[in-house]
Nanobody, 123 residues
Framework: QVQLVESGGGLVQAGGSLRLSCAAS????????MGWFRQAPGKEREFIAC????????YYADSVKGRFTISRDNAKNTAYLQMNSLKPEDTAVYYC????????????????WGQGTQVTVSS
């Protein structure tokens, strides 16, 4: 069992940066792939990025490639999403999720979810 809690969301102007954190409970955090998703009002949950259990492999959606960076610190049971050059279309609730396997981009593949953190980018 893994429990996830996101933090770090907020209001930022276009072009600004935010770093989201995802704190995990449980001793098995390091065995899970971690993913980040987002969901804007009226839209489906969208895959953003994932990182393998070791941190050695990452994968990004085209919409955020070059602007967002996913990372993890297994000693701290925490995953991160550094978001730079934010745009108004990045406004959404951001969720972290855990999956036993690497590379999944569909929400239904992920076993555990956090409650989400709101990111609002003003123009």
């Amino acid at each position: 069992q893994v429990q996830l809690v996101e933090s770090g969301g907020g209001l930022v102007q276009a072009g600004g940066s935010l770093r989201l954190s995802c704190a995990a409970s449980g001793r098995t955090f390091s065995s899970y792939t971690m993913g980040w998703f987002r969901q804007a009002p009226g839209k489906e949950r969208e895959f953003i990025a994932c990182i393998s259990w070791s941190g050695g492999s990452t994968y990004y959606a085209d919409s955020v490639k070059g602007r967002f960076t996913i990372s993890r610190d297994n000693a701290k049971n925490t995953a991160y999403l550094q978001m730079n050059s934010l745009k108004p279309e990045d406004t959404a609730v951001y969720y972290c999720a855990a999956d036993r396997n690497y590379g999944a981009t569909r929400a239904y593949n992920y076993d555990y979810w956090g409650q989400g953190t709101q990111v609002t980018v003003s123009s």
